[in-house]
């Protein structure tokens, strides 16, 4: 019998339990929840009793890791320190970027306090620059005085 386009799957049916069966007991739900919580209890239990046993679970592995010892660096859990055993004395070592990136700040520091003293060669060929610019600026300003001055002078010839 054609149901229309989509059809009804079997796996999205929920099956609820009457309180009757839940009381006799033959309901069809999984008890698992009910089984993970007993676990946790359980769990609850063994390390209030023994802190030993619960050291040696901690140190179980999973698969071929219990079998095979590794030696890798990045495995290793940073240990947590307490504030007590902490030294304030001690100072932090710079990782290399960090170390690069405050000697890269301070030589640029060093390199603008020249370049205000003009000291350093970028600064002297901007300031012959610069000079050569005015000096032009200069002679062009006074090419302009005088053009203006002997159209003046002119205007003054013809008008007589």
Request: aromatic share 2%; charged share 50%; no cysteine.
């Amino acid at each position: 019998m054609g149901r229309g386009k989509f059809k009804g799957k079997p796996t999205g049916r929920r099956q609820f339990s009457t309180p009757e069966e839940m009381v006799a007991g033959t309901s069809t739900r999984p008890r698992t929840f009910k089984q993970a919580e007993a676990e946790e209890i359980e769990e609850e239990r063994s390390e209030g009793e023994s802190e030993e046993e619960s050291e040696e679970e901690s140190e179980k592995r999973k698969g071929t890791q219990g079998i095979i010892e590794i030696e890798n660096p990045n495995l290793v859990k940073p240990k947590t320190l307490k504030t007590r055993d902490v030294d304030i004395d001690k100072t932090t070592e710079l990782s290399r970027r960090e170390r690069e990136e405050i000697e890269k700040q301070k030589a640029h520091e060093r390199y603008m306090r020249l370049q205000e003293q003009g000291k350093t060669e970028q600064s002297r060929k901007d300031l012959d620059r610069l000079a050569l610019i005015r000096q032009q600026r200069a002679e062009a300003a006074r090419k302009r005085e005088e053009e203006k001055a002997a159209k003046e002078q002119k205007k003054a010839e013809a008008q007589k």
